[in-house]
């Protein structure tokens, strides 16, 4: 079953699976993350607290802090947010998703849904599995705000890493003429060695507390892991689904007109 349509087509079925996809992240993300980000900043809140407290003290009469900023966008705001920010994420990249497998198609034998479930698989690896496991996700009342910038940009760097060792993986598997077995062992080979590489050459960022709860950052962590799981799981089984089905109807229309004939 080949990934039929004009590019124009893989788009709108990209779009809809990202949607699909984006929204499913957002309800993993409502019901299993913000739990501990509600917890971190609970811890956050409480550190904070006698900071404030010293400095009340030393506040000269009649000064208040009762005009003090709010939040621009409240806690349930945030939650609800979500939905639309990852319902538009999912969007973008299922319209990326789409485009990538527009160019896929032309170099592999795979059919549609298979192409469109490995390349989720790669896509996650390259865009959260290989970043993860250098730089994992933190919550809220963890990490120095002054080196923010370098963390930013150091996130880019190993995303980047990401895409070079799976693109090694994938030239390395395509390379070697013999099994599917050698082929794979070859790829993987490919995919440790560069991803180490670069693992040794990109340092260490460690500015989590002693303090902090080791548990509540483990959930958070995972939590994180299962949202963007949930996201590009979603986008591969929704895309493949939406390829079965334009696949299965452009068939019985065929038939349709053959038998009218």
Same mark, same amino acid.
């Given at each position: 079953?080949?990934?039929?349509?004009?590019?124009?087509?893989?788009?709108?079925?990209?779009? @809809?699976?990202?949607?699909?996809a984006?929204?499913?992240?957002?309800t993993? $993300?409502?019901? *299993? #993350? +913000?739990?501990q980000?509600?917890?971190?900043?609970?811890?956050? +809140?409480? /550190?904070?607290?006698?900071?404030?407290? $010293?400095?009340?003290?030393?506040?000269?009469?009649?000064?208040?802090?009762?005009?003090?900023?709010?939040?621009? *966008?409240?806690?349930? #705001? !945030?939650?609800?947010? !979500?939905? @639309?920010?990852?319902?538009?994420?999912?969007?973008? =990249?299922? /319209?990326?998703?789409?485009?990538?497998?527009?160019?896929?198609?032309?170099?592999?034998?795979?059919?549609?849904?298979?192409?469109?479930?490995?390349?989720?698989? @790669?896509? %996650?690896? /390259?865009?959260?599995?290989?970043?993860? =496991?250098?730089?994992?996700?933190?919550?809220?009342?963890?990490?120095?705000?002054?080196?923010?910038?370098?963390?930013?940009?150091? %996130?880019?760097?190993v *995303?980047?890493?990401?895409?070079?060792?799976?693109?090694? &993986?994938?030239?390395?598997?395509?390379?070697?003429?013999?099994?599917?077995?050698?082929?794979?062992? /070859?790829?993987v =080979?490919?995919?440790?060695? *560069?991803?180490?590489v670069?693992y040794?050459?990109?340092?260490?960022?460690?500015?989590?507390?002693?303090?902090?709860? &080791?548990?509540? @950052? %483990?959930?958070f962590?995972?939590?994180?892991?299962? !949202?963007?799981?949930?996201?590009?799981?979603?986008?591969?089984?929704? =895309?493949?689904?939406?390829?079965?089905?334009?696949?299965?109807?452009?068939?019985?229309?065929?038939?349709?007109?053959?038998?009218?004939?």
């Amino acid at each position: 079953m080949p990934l039929i349509g004009s590019l124009k087509t893989l788009l709108l079925r990209g779009l @809809l699976a990202g949607l699909i996809a984006g929204l499913l992240a957002a309800t993993v $993300g409502y019901f *299993v #993350g +913000e739990p501990q980000i509600d917890a971190a900043i609970a811890i956050e +809140e409480a /550190a904070a607290a006698p900071a404030e407290h $010293g400095h009340d003290a030393a506040e000269p009469a009649g000064h208040s802090h009762g005009d003090e900023e709010e939040a621009l *966008v409240s806690r349930s #705001g !945030q939650k609800a947010g !979500q939905f @639309l920010a990852l319902g538009l994420a999912g969007l973008a =990249f299922g /319209a990326l998703f789409a485009a990538a497998l527009n160019v896929a198609r032309r170099f592999t034998t795979l059919s549609g849904p298979r192409l469109a479930l490995t390349s989720a698989v @790669l896509g %996650w690896t /390259a865009f959260v599995a290989v970043p993860f =496991f250098k730089y994992p996700a933190n919550p809220p009342a963890v990490g120095d705000p002054e080196t923010i910038n370098d963390r930013t940009w150091l %996130w880019v760097a190993v *995303v980047a890493l990401g895409f070079l060792a799976v693109a090694a &993986a994938v030239a390395a598997y395509r390379a070697v003429v013999a099994t599917d077995t050698l082929k794979l062992i /070859a790829g993987v =080979f490919a995919f440790v060695v *560069v991803t180490t590489v670069g693992y040794l050459l990109l340092p260490e960022v460690n500015e989590v507390a002693d303090e902090f709860p &080791a548990t509540l @950052l %483990w959930n958070f962590r995972v939590a994180s892991l299962a !949202q963007t799981a949930t996201l590009w799981a979603s986008l591969g089984l929704a =895309f493949a689904a939406l390829t079965e089905f334009a696949a299965r109807r452009s068939t019985a229309v065929v038939e349709e007109v053959t038998t009218a004939a």
